[in-house]
Structure formats: structure tokens, C-alpha cells
């Protein structure tokens, strides 16, 4: 299965009808947030192929057109926030929006509130092992875990409770945004026990074998 992962900057032939020549084998499309509606639906209407997504921090609750049409989430895309999901593919995925709180902006989080988020996933992960034999295969967040791709300032401080998950139930994919990227050296794939955590800013390109098989390459 090939994936497009989107987060954080638009970018101009994806946001154009060169996207279907670059981009012609995409089975699946996850974005890691802050990127407009407006540019998801474009996506999903060229490629034809499902999507799902997370808001990040500084995501719209309402998005208006030039016509003065309106909407609060991308048409046609399946929010993976707080949710396990099993694809139409099998493939095992679940979510988190947002970052850590740092104003009194929308979508932030205190370290403790993901706590509980992680937790709140935890009965549904079970669920996947008791019926799948594995937990989950790809975990999508807009917030990198904590010191992994992260950066010393507050906005940009990773989530630890990410780590934990990681950690217990060894996703294949970590995919989150968030970080974004000026300099051709920065690190933007790292692997955290046996989870490849990858910050998707702008756009990455990734191939995963079929859930039977669990294995993971470039």
C-alpha cells in the first residue's frame, strides 16, 4: 500500500493537475493537520482515494469559501481523532489532533489531557490484538512525541505520552506534522523501538506492506 502523508505547508503541484501524474499509485491519504479544508478536498478529488486526517493547532473551526460557503471539516475525510479504525484495507489506525497547550488557542492539550487521551484509546487497541493479532499499524498526530523530532520551545514541546504508546503497542508508522522544516539536514525519520516515527511536513511518500505481512520500507 502506498501512502501521501500531508501536513503543515501547501504544496504548489499537489494543489494542482500535476498531482495525478506525481502522484498516479496512492492507495491512501493521511493528513497530519494544518493544512486548509479546502486544499484536502482537492486531494481526495483528484487521486480519488480515501482519506484521514487530525486537526493540528491552528486549524479552523470554521472554513469559509469566496462564495461564503462554510464547513467545519473536510468533505469526503474520516477524522482519526481519539478513534482506532480499521480500514476498508485492514490496515489498523488511530489518532490524535492538536499540541500542546500553550495559549488559549483551539486544539491544545496539557501533557495530562494526552494522558488520558492515550488512554481512552488503550480499550480499543486491545480490541485490535484480541481480533487482529496485532495492536495498530499506524498511529497519525499532528504532535511529535516527546523528544523525537521535537523542538525546546513550549508550542513545539512533544507529547509524552506518545512515547508510551510507542512503547506498549509498537505501531509500524508513528506519522505526525507540526515541526516544520528549513533545513535540508533536519531529521524527519526516526525509529523508536520497533515504530518509524516520520514528520510528514509538506508531503512524504510511504510504502507499507499489507497488515498480514507487517513489514515496513522506503
Not at 504544496?11 to 493544512?35: H, N, R
Not at 493540528?56 to 481523532?81: C, I, M, Q
Not at 518509524?196 to 510511504?206: A, E, F
Amino acid at each position: 500500500m502506498k501512502i501521501l502523508a500531508v501536513s503543515d505547508a501547501e504544496i504548489g503541484f499537489i494543489y494542482s493537475p500535476m498531482i495525478v501524474e506525481k502522484f498516479p499509485d496512492i492507495d491512501l491519504v493521511i493528513s497530519c493537520g494544518d493544512l486548509p479544508y479546502f486544499y484536502l478536498e482537492y486531494i481526495i478529488g483528484m487521486l480519488n482515494v480515501p482519506m484521514y486526517y487530525v486537526r493540528g493547532n491552528h486549524a479552523s473551526k470554521v472554513e469559509y469559501s469566496e462564495s461564503g460557503a462554510f464547513r467545519t471539516s473536510p468533505w469526503g475525510a474520516y477524522d482519526l481523532h481519539q478513534k482506532v479504525h480499521e480500514d476498508d484495507t485492514g490496515l489498523l489506525m488511530a489518532g490524535l489532533e492538536g499540541s500542546v497547550r500553550y495559549n488559549r488557542g483551539p486544539y491544545q492539550y496539557t501533557q495530562s489531557e494526552y494522558w488520558m487521551k492515550v488512554f481512552q484509546l488503550v480499550p480499543g487497541l486491545l480490541i485490535n490484538k484480541a481480533r487482529f493479532g496485532r495492536y495498530l499499524d499506524v498511529f497519525v498526530t499532528h504532535a511529535p512525541p516527546f523528544h523525537v523530532h521535537d523542538m525546546d520551545d513550549r508550542p513545539h514541546q512533544g507529547i509524552k505520552a506518545f512515547n508510551w504508546l510507542i512503547k506498549v503497542f509498537q505501531p509500524n508508522l508513528h506519522l505526525h506534522g507540526h515541526i516544520h522544516v528549513y533545513r535540508q539536514d533536519t531529521v524527519m525519520m526516526t525509529c523508536v523501538e520497533k515504530t518509524k516515527v516520520v514528520n510528514t511536513y509538506g508531503y512524504r511518500v510511504l510504502v507499507i506492506d499489507t497488515p498480514k505481512k507487517r513489514s515496513w520500507h522506503k
